[in-house]
């Protein structure tokens, strides 16, 4: 498997899962609430809240796929959504730094938060190392 390929499959799981995440959020944000490990923990249940972060977790998911599909713009398809994928992980961090959560929340947010940070950063750095020279790259350009 080459390189181009794997980065390519992680942007589309990457995708393929926000967007499932977000459907769930919005279709059924009380049993997303229940289900999803530690998210009783956090508060009580909103359903607003939920499915304003559903929406999040669509455009988000959307914006990787479209990276897959779209090599000029893929470096900023993929960089904003990590953006807030790492944002989300750091305050998740600065909760347990805090006393808010205890340490072992740190292993349990791990799949869900801090890993597509952890992957987004990986896709992003990927997409802007192997930049693509195009008119459409090329418009980016400062």
Partial sequence: MTARLFFLGAAA???????????????????????????????????HFVRDLGLIYLLAGASFLAG???SGFRLVLW???TIWLSGHALFHVWEV??????????????PAVTLPA???SALAFWAMKTREATPEADALKV
């Fill in 68 to 70: 897959v599909r779209n």
């Fill in 97 to 110: 730094a805090v006393g808010i959560s205890g340490h072992s929340a740190m292993a349990r947010d791990f």
């Fill in 13 to 47: 799981v990457m995708g393929l899962a926000a967007i499932a995440n977000g459907m769930f959020m919005l279709g059924a944000p009380q049993s997303w609430y229940l289900t999803v490990p530690g998210v009783t923990m956090t508060g009580p249940f909103n359903q």
């Fill in 118 to 120: 952890i992957v987004g």
């Fill in 79 to 81: 960089a904003v959504p």
